[in-house]
């Protein structure tokens, strides 16, 4: 009985809880560090086109349009 | 040959040992073959969740590193012959862990067990990403509380994009069970319900576990919970591990009020 009495003024830290999980889910899923691993692969990615030209800066984006996922990988070159 | 399933969260201190050794254990009492494999190397604990730290003599760092034979390292479970064990190492850290070596050695057990379950480590580091690799399937342990959620689905992140079925052009077969609810704190709007964090986590469901002081009882015990045919907890892991193997048993919804009755009903029994 008291309960109901409760729920009435008692904010719902529930409905708290998931508003501010949606927009924090959001913006990891879209974070460019969204991988754990994604330094180690521009290191890897950097050495092997190194082998042919000077490479100044790797930089490795994670995408989604239109439900695909795409990694956009761009490739600055030395002067 | 087996289906392998790793175990985890992301968050540590969510269930996913205590998951692990009813869910193996539910499995088995299906009178299937199954392996329940500690691969939190450094911080072995399923051992004694089990009630079986006083058996191990080697370690799955051994067996891997091809210092002991799978046969020497298994250890077989007292209360369920289809039941076995495999330790992780206490002395060493996670980093000792090589994919070509987990690859064979998962492989090996795959011909030998209908289910190789894996308790995963906490985290999303290496000793995370090698449980993963070789999975066919994953189990997501989540409570309902913000940080194991948003944990949790950046461990899903990692899944997707590091298990190897998924490098094949597959999709790796996950499910979610939330764990340690409170059925009263869901219904007073104090506690997310199930509904809402599979909307977040976009996920299917494998089950619901209420809260149950029990649990704690059965790990002093090393005496898993899903033996304890009065807990509600146990009774949901009976649940989910049917479900595992393929029994299509009905969601149970303890977050309703007939969850809350019978938990009252319980304190009076």
């Known amino acids: 009985m008291f309960d109901f009495w409760n729920n009435k003024t008692k904010t719902n830290t529930a409905k708290v809880a998931k508003n501010r999980l949606l927009v924090t889910l959001q913006s990891d899923r879209h974070s460019v560090k969204e991988y754990p691993f994604m330094e180690e692969m521009k290191a890897e990615i950097m050495e092997v086109i190194k082998k042919h030209i000077g490479v100044h800066k790797v930089e490795v984006r994670k995408e989604t349009e239109n439900g695909i996922d795409a990694l956009s990988i761009e490739v600055q070159l030395e002067k | ?269």
């Open chain 2, 1 to 269: 040959m087996g289906v392998v399933i790793a175990i985890i969260s992301g968050k540590g201190g969510v269930g996913k040992t205590t998951a692990s050794a009813n869910i193996a254990l539910g499995i088995a009492t299906n009178n299937k073959k199954c392996v329940v494999v500690d691969f939190d190397i450094g911080q072995r604990n399923l051992d004694m969740v089990l009630g079986l730290e006083n058996r191990v003599v080697f370690d799955i760092v051994q067996v891997m590193d091809g210092e002991a034979k799978i046969k020497q390292a298994i250890i077989k479970s007292k209360v369920n012959p289809n039941l076995f064990f495999l330790a992780a190492s206490q002395t060493k850290d996670k980093t000792v862990l090589e994919s070509p070596k987990v690859e064979k050695f998962i492989a090996q057990l795959k011909e030998e067990f209908d289910f190789v379950i894996l308790d995963a480590p906490a985290g999303i580091e290496s000793g995370f990403e090698h449980t993963i690799e070789f999975s066919d399937e994953a189990i997501i342990i989540v409570n309902p509380e913000v940080s194991s959620i948003r944990d949790a689905d950046r461990a899903i992140g990692i899944l997707d994009a590091k298990a190897q079925c998924v490098k094949d052009g597959n999709d790796i077969k996950k499910r979610l069970i939330i764990n340690r609810i409170s059925p009263e704190m869901v219904l007073s709007g104090e506690m997310l319900s199930s509904d809402d964090i599979l909307e977040m986590l976009d996920i299917e469901i494998l089950g619901k576990i209420p809260e149950d002081k029990g649990i704690i009882e059965a790990s002093n015990q090393g005496k898993p919970i899903i033996l304890n045919k009065k807990s509600s907890a146990g009774q949901a892991y009976v649940r989910i591990s049917d479900r595992v193997c393929g029994k299509d048993v009905p969601i149970v919804n303890v977050e309703t009020k007939s969850g809350v009755m019978s938990k009252i009903k319980r304190i009076f029994e």
